[in-house]
């Protein structure tokens, strides 16, 4: 696994031993990104289960202004990878639960451009963390929420005042792209 584009292209993404991990493939990531286009230019990025760290440091390095990388069990691996992107100075770690994690966020009054999800597969997750970034307000008016889910999951349309804009199937990956409804 290897950064696609940008200030640190081709860098190799250290990987979590065992399966505990799942990656996003490049070729979905590739997809997604050019979906995303210029939405990732100067953003404020938060990716809820990091894992590996590759879709904000592949944000950071397409020119994200700064990423906030939650994930409760591969804390050493993200710094790593931080480190080996040369982009460490552009990214807030923290380590725990990402609901906790979310909630702390929210009440620092923090918001995101674009917001990363990519949950263990069918455990049950993609409900709970829409209800999370709605209940903590943590996308900008204007942002977008990217939720990865199994294939085979059931796709969440609604959740408080986030809608799914589109949703794109690659292989045994789903991408759902949802964005916050403006209140009248």
Known sequence: MRIITG?????RLKTP?????????DRTR???FSMLGARVYDARV???????GALS??????????AVLVDRTTHAILVENAQRTKL??????????VYGQAAALAREGRTFDLIFADPPYARGD???????LDAGALLAADGLFVLEQGAGEQIVERSGSLSLMRERRYGAAR?????????E
């Open 126 to 132: 993609n409900a709970r963390v829409l209800a999370a």
């Open 30 to 32: 590739e997809a997604l």
């Open 88 to 97: 460490a100075a552009r990214v807030e770690l923290r380590r725990g639960d």
């Open 46 to 52: 938060l990716d809820l289960f990091a894992g590996t």
């Open 7 to 11: 200030s640190a292209r081709g860098v």
């Open 17 to 25: 031993a065992g399966d505990g991990t799942r990656p996003t493939a």
């Open 57 to 66: 440091l592949e944000s950071l390095s397409r020119g994200a202004a700064h």
């Open 175 to 183: 991408i759902c792209f949802y964005t916050q409804e403006v209140q």
